[in-house]
Nanobody
Framework: QVQLVESGGGLVQAGGSLRLSCAASARTRINYVMAWFRQAPGKEREFVGRITGSGGIYYADSVKGRFTISRDFAKNTVYLQMNSLKLEDTAVYYC????????????WGQGTQVTVSS
């Protein structure tokens, strides 16, 4: 059973940067789709972006141009580089995995808090 563990969250001022990491406890298949989601207080969970096994990347419009997803197969780790952070980026960030594009994300991490202050 693959487990995902996020890290790298914290408190940052608006305009600053953070990099989140999502480490898999077991080797994920090379074609797994890895995604980032976030959930702000009182709001529904929101898709942030995803990366496929072949490197295809898709971002939500709300983060396009500011966030970058990458993956390191050797380290079984996916990253979310967040730049130009805004107050509205404050949320718990989760990574998730699915075996194929369009499939349900059935593997989730525990989440890491990102708080952007003014």
């Amino acid at each position: 059973q693959v487990q995902l563990v996020e890290s790298g969250g914290g408190l940052v001022q608006a305009g600053g940067s953070l990099r989140l990491s999502c480490a898999a406890s077991a080797r994920t298949r090379i074609n797994y789709v890895m995604a980032w989601f976030r959930q702000a207080p009182g709001k529904e969970r929101e898709f942030v972006g995803r990366i496929t096994g072949s490197g295809g990347i898709y971002y939500a419009d709300s983060v396009k141009g500011r966030f970058t997803i990458s993956r390191d197969f050797a380290k079984n780790t996916v990253y979310l580089q967040m730049n130009s952070l805004k107050l509205e980026d404050t949320a718990v960030y989760y990574c998730a995995a699915t075996p194929y594009i369009g499939g349900a994300y059935n593997i989730w991490g525990q989440g890491t808090q990102v708080t952007v202050s003014s």
